[in-house]
C-alpha cells in the first residue's frame, strides 16, 4: 500500500472524485452548499435525518465512482483527537483496489493551527503495516489531493511530521522483526547505519562491557551464542554545551527468562522485550531528520537471554557498572 499526498490551492465543484468535507459536532450541512452540487446537497441532508449523529464520520456513496465523506470537528477538538479522526478516517477507505481522495480544508470551521497536518499525521501512523516478509505484495495506491488555500499545512510542519513518522516507524520495524533475524548482532549493525543521519554512534561488545565492568548486562547474554552490547546513539542540535536529555531503552531482543524459563504459552511474544530500545532510536532518529534544536543522547542494552550450559543460573552473584553486588 501507498499512500501519496498532493496540495493544491484550487477548490473542484461537481468534482466526480470522492470529496472529503469538514463539519461541526452537529453536521450542520449548510456550509456544504458552496462545495457540492444542489443535488448532493439535498441527498445528503436527506441521509443525515436517520443518522446517529454521535459518529465521527460518515461515508455517503453518491455512485460507484464517487462517495462523498463528512468528518465531524468539535468546536475545542485536542490535537490528539485530530490525529484521531485522521486515523478514522484511513480505517474506512482502506479497502479495494486504487483510490483517490480530495480533501477540502476550506471546509474547517475551527481555528486549530496546523488541522489538516495532524490529520493527514494521524492517517499516515494508522497506514503502517509490516509486511516485510509477507509473499504476497500490496501494489494499491491510495492518493489524496488537499484542495483549498486555509490550514494548509507548512513546509517546515510537513517536515516535522514526515520526521516523526519515520522515527515511529523505524521502531515498529523493530519491534515487528523475529528473534532469528533481530538478534544483538544484527541490532548493533543496524544501529551503525543511523550514522548517515548525522548521529554519533558508539558501540561497546563483550570485551569492552567486560573491562567496563558491565557484568549485569553481560550476565544476561552469556547464554546466547549472539554478542551483548551496550550501544550510546549521540545527537548534539543545541548551539552550545548544554546537558542533553537522556533516554534509556531495554533492548532483550529474546528473553526466554533463562533458566527461570518462561511458560510456552507466553514464549512466541517474548521479542518485544526490545521494544524499549526501538522507541529510544526511533524517537533519535527523528530527532536527527527533523535537526531538532536539542542535544540528546539514547542509551540502549543488547542482549538475547537464553537457555545454554553458560547461561546464567538463578543465584550467581555478580557486580555491576555501580560496584554493587546483585544475586
Not at 458552496?34 to 465521527?56: G, H, V
Request: proline share 2%; aromatic share 10%.
Amino acid at each position: 500500500m501507498t499512500i501519496k499526498i498532493n496540495l493544491k490551492k484550487s477548490i473542484l465543484k461537481n468534482t466526480s472524485s470522492n470529496l472529503v468535507l469538514f463539519v461541526d459536532e452537529k453536521f450542520s450541512a449548510n456550509p456544504l452548499r458552496k462545495y457540492i452540487s444542489s443535488s448532493e446537497f439535498s441527498y445528503i441532508i436527506d441521509l443525515l435525518k436517520s443518522c446517529d449523529l454521535s459518529k465521527n464520520l460518515f461515508v455517503f456513496e453518491l455512485s460507484s465512482k464517487k462517495k462523498i465523506i463528512l468528518v465531524s470537528v468539535k468546536k475545542d477538538i485536542k490535537i490528539s483527537d485530530i490525529e484521531n479522526l485522521g486515523a478514522e478516517f484511513y480505517g474506512r477507505i482502506n479497502y479495494g483496489k486504487n483510490s483517490e481522495y480530495f480533501i477540502n480544508s476550506d471546509s474547517i470551521a475551527v481555528n486549530q493551527k496546523d488541522f489538516i497536518g495532524h490529520f493527514l499525521h494521524g492517517l499516515k501512523l494508522k497506514s503502517y503495516e509490516f509486511k516485510k516478509y509477507k509473499s504476497k505484495k500490496d501494489t494499491r495506491e491510495i492518493t489524496i489531493s488537499v484542495l483549498g488555500k486555509k490550514n494548509k499545512p507548512q513546509p517546515k510542519d510537513l517536515l516535522k511530521f514526515k520526521a516523526l513518522e519515520e522515527g515511529t516507524f523505524y521502531a515498529r520495524d523493530l519491534v515487528s522483526e523475529p528473534g532469528n533475524i533481530l538478534h544483538p548482532d544484527e541490532y548493533a549493525k543496524r544501529l551503525k547505519s543511523l550514522k548517515k543521519f548525522g548521529l554519533k554512534i558508539n558501540i561497546y561488545d563483550k570485551k569492552k562491557l567486560k573491562k567496563l565492568g558491565m557484568n549485569a548486562l553481560l550476565g544476561v547474554g552469556q547464554g546466547s551464542i549472539r554478542g551483548s552490547y551496550l550501544v550510546t546513539v549521540e545527537w548534539n542540535g543545541a548551539r552550545n554545551n548544554s546537558k542533553p536529555l537522556a533516554f534509556v531503552g531495554k533492548g532483550v531482543c529474546f528473553d526466554t527468562g533463562g533458566y527461570s524459563l518462561k511458560p510456552a504459552k507466553f514464549m512466541e511474544d517474548m521479542t518485544y522485550d526490545m521494544a524499549g530500545s526501538a522507541v529510544v532510536v526511533g524517537l533519535m532518529k527523528s530527532l536527527a531528520l527533523r535537526k531538532a534544536k536539542i542535544n540528546a543522547v539514547g542509551v540502549v542494552g543488547l542482549v538475547e537471554n537464553m537457555v545454554s550450559g553458560n547461561a546464567q543460573r538463578p543465584g550467581d552473584i555478580v557486580k555491576s557498572y555501580s560496584g554493587k553486588t546483585i544475586e
